[in-house]
């Protein structure tokens, strides 16, 4: 059974940075795409970023030049580091993986989901 297990969420000021995991289990994503997406109250999912499965890099231009997504392969674990960090973009944030190579910016490219992890940032 695929788990992916999000964590590192919590409250910060703005102008402050949080790194977010994702731990994933059951399966090996070393070679597929994984992503972060977020989901504000009263909004809908949006895309954050990804790696391809190749790990090239893309991000949504909100958030283009403040965060940065990496992988670990020995931990299975998918990362997202965010500096700079705005009242907008406090979220949910969720990781998710693809049993494809496909690359994608939808949430309906992707096969497994975390349950997500609070991110609040104050003004």
């Known amino acids: 059974q695929v788990q992916l297990v999000e964590s590192g969420g919590g409250l910060v000021q703005a102008g402050g940075s949080l790194r977010l995991s994702c731990a994933a289990s059951?399966?090996?994503?070393?070679?597929?795409?994984m992503a972060w997406f977020r989901q504000a109250p009263g909004e809908e999912r949006e895309f954050v970023a990804a790696l391809t499965w190749n790990d090239s890099t893309y991000y949504a231009d909100s958030v283009e030049g403040r965060f940065t997504i990496s992988r670990e392969y020995d931990r299975n674990s998918v990362y997202l580091q965010m500096n700079s960090l705005k009242p907008e973009d406090t979220a949910v944030y969720f990781c998710a993986a693809n049993e494809r190579r496909t690359k994608s910016r939808y949430d309906t490219g992707y096969d497994y989901w975390g349950q997500g992890t609070q991110v609040t940032v104050s003004s």
């Open positions: 059951g399966r090996t994503f070393s070679s597929r795409p």
